[in-house]
């Protein structure tokens, strides 16, 4: 049995309303009774389906970040499998940033993105947790295959190098506005294929650039 007010849209209502307010508050501006308020149903409909706000935080980044991960997962496969190992950087990237940005596609992805974008940055212990366990399993995976493609980089590199593959990531999907502002109301960065276009090409050649640190000086610095 439902508790009163709910049924079977209220999940999907409670999760739209949550998405959107934790994308404009944050996870700590918004009280559940708020979430519950805008999305038309009781307190006792959130607790029978989530238990508690950070359930329902999860489960807003679980809907959105489970089929990304499950593209992610089935074109490193492909790629990986293609390459004997030994993919090029290029494709990896591609592997990487297309489901992303062509998530942002999906209804409700404009809140999705300025919600990912605010947690990314969110310092608090549980955004964290939830944000890491969802997208870890395959960022791993997708690290040791630019490791196989880079394979002339230390460590101390590649760290650096993949901070301006994940942070032009966030920022493009964050889309502030900011950049529109200094350029011109007429660019947003809201169409996936420029952003696939744009971002890959000049990624590659940033990842492809000939190692800064050896593997000598990393390995003597680490010792």
Known sequence: ????????????????????????????????????????????????????????????????????NADREALLQELMARSAGRPAVGEVLRAFLEPAFRASTSPGAEMFRKLSGRSSVDPSPEVRRIVYELYDPVSSRFVDAFKRACPDLSREDLFWRLASVFGAMMYVRADSGRLQRLLGDDLNMSDPEAAIAHLIPFLTAGMEVPPITTRDENEREST
């Open 1 to 68: 049995m439902y508790p009163n007010e709910a049924g079977p849209d209220a999940q999907d209502r409670l999760l739209d309303a949550a998405e959107r307010l934790f994308a404009e508050h944050g996870f700590h501006g918004v009280s559940l009774r708020t979430i519950t308020t805008e999305a038309g149903v009781n307190l006792a409909a959130a607790n029978y389906y989530f238990r508690s706000k950070e359930v329902l935080f999860r489960a807003v980044f679980e809907r959105r970040v489970g089929p990304v």
